[in-house]
């Protein structure tokens, strides 16, 4: 099955510095990848789009000079939390789809649990 | 407004017995997908089950099944034969087009499930 592999698992850094956590499909070719971020016990919430070789799309209400993306190859997506203060403290997740057509399902990194001190 | 609703924050189940989580959708797309993820305590995202907008018969995968009515807009999870390992998050989510042409999934608040010895 196609498998996304995330890393790191989780981070502890301090205020004011940049962590960087990355997002790799194994053994498939993702165009498109998918970040989220999960507060606890809640939903994910979606954060961008990432495309390769263009630029990302944001959802409303993220800041795209906070939270960098790039996606510079076909299997590999970053994201790049820049100056981070406790409040983005969370449990981020990428995801990617192994397709266009419509029952694709997501398939899911284990997530990186970021703890800004 | 939500797009993915499950009024159940909560649920509880006996062992052995069969399970039903509910999930509303708002969409005016002919044509989306319906996915169900399961979230354990370690944090990854299990896809389950998928059902399409034009799939005529419920989609079944060993003993998940998904009650899916459209005219209601309704894809509930049942789950049968409930086991202590099925404990965990459930999300309900929708693969919903863009008028970009590309796509992104969107999820519900997830339902809790407890699986009771």
């Known amino acids: 099955g196609a498998v996304v592999s995330q890393h790191p698992s989780w981070v502890i850094c301090k205020s004011g510095t940049s962590v960087k956590i990355e997002c790799r499909s194994l053994?498939?070719?993702?165009?498109?990848m998918f970040w989220y971020r999960q507060f606890p016990k809640q939903s994910l919430m979606l954060m961008a789009t990432?495309?390769?070789?263009?630029?990302?799309?944001?959802e409303q209400g993220v800041e795209k000079d906070k939270f960098l993306i790039n996606h510079a190859s076909l299997t590999l997506s970053t994201l790049t939390v820049t100056s981070a203060h406790p409040e983005d403290s969370s449990f981020y997740i990428c995801?990617?789809?192994?397709?266009?057509?419509?029952?694709?399902?997501?398939?899911f990194g284990n997530g990186t649990r970021l703890t800004v001190t | 407004a939500q797009k993915i609703t499950q009024t159940q924050p909560g649920m509880f189940v006996q062992e052995k017995e069969a399970v039903t989580l509910d999930c509303t959708y708002d969409?005016?797309?002919?044509?989306?997908?319906l996915f169900w993820y399961k979230q354990p305590s370690s944090g990854e995202m299990i896809f389950l089950i998928y059902?399409?907008?034009?799939?005529?018969q419920n989609a079944t995968e060993g003993r998940y099944s998904l009650n899916f009515q459209k005219a209601r807009k309704s894809a509930n999870l049942v789950i049968s034969a409930s086991q202590l390992g099925d404990s965990a998050m459930y999300f309900c989510?929708?693969?919903?087009?863009?008028?970009?042409?590309?796509?992104?999934?969107?999820f519900g608040t997830g339902t809790r499930l407890k699986v009771l010895a």
């Open positions: 995801s990617a789809s192994e397709s266009w057509s419509i029952d694709s399902p997501l398939h």
């Open positions: 059902q399409g907008s034009y799939d005529e």
């Open positions: 053994d498939f070719q993702a165009t498109t």
């Open positions: 989510a929708m693969r919903e087009g863009l008028a970009s042409g590309t796509y992104k999934y969107i």
């Open positions: 990432s495309n390769e070789g263009s630029k990302a799309t944001y």
């Open positions: 969409t005016s797309d002919q044509s989306y997908g």
